[in-house]
């Protein structure tokens, strides 16, 4: 009786042990890609924010082009549209000069939408706002085999939120690098 006890103790031990890995690991597929912070600081004070190797402009003294806490890789978009807007056209030519003056960097444009909708209608509208930025980049002389392209639709919210103020920053494209 004691042998059965003790087996079934381990059991429920190893079986909740294995649940909670889970659990976590599902999370994790849901957060964003965290940047490389490992450069923090080359090239001048960037206050703490991440910045990958190799994305200083101009001789180290700019933010990078992939430094999330400023923005710079972000294009947002009207909405249930994928034209990109003024705004939106300076970043792609920002990246445009730097994807040809660094042909081995490779990028991933994630298309990203606010939470109304169906799902799948989302996941279509984030990939067409991602199509269109690597559209633009392409037209721009950025080779295919730099661009990848990825849709989250409404999963990766960057503000919470049901009002306008928050589905005005969901509705994006972000350009990470691979």
Known sequence: MF?????V????????GCASKGAHNAQDTTLPTPTD??????????GGSPVQIGDMGNGGSDVGLFDTASK????????DSSNIDSAGQAVVEKFSKYLQANPTTKVRVEG???ERGSREYNVGLGER???????????KGVAAAQLSVISYGEERPAAQGHDE????????????RQ
């Open 3 to 7: 042998k059965k006890s003790l087996i």
């Open 9 to 16: 103790f381990v059991t429920v031990v190893a079986m909740a």
């Open 37 to 46: 912070s490992s450069s923090a600081g080359i090239g001048g004070n960037n």
């Open 72 to 79: 710079a890789n972000v294009i947002y978009f009207s909405l």
């Open 112 to 114: 990203n939408t606010d």
């Open 129 to 139: 706002r991602a199509n269109a930025v690597v559209d633009a980049l392409r037209a």
């Open 165 to 176: 103020a928050a589905w005005a920053q969901n509705r994006r494209a972000v350009i990470v």
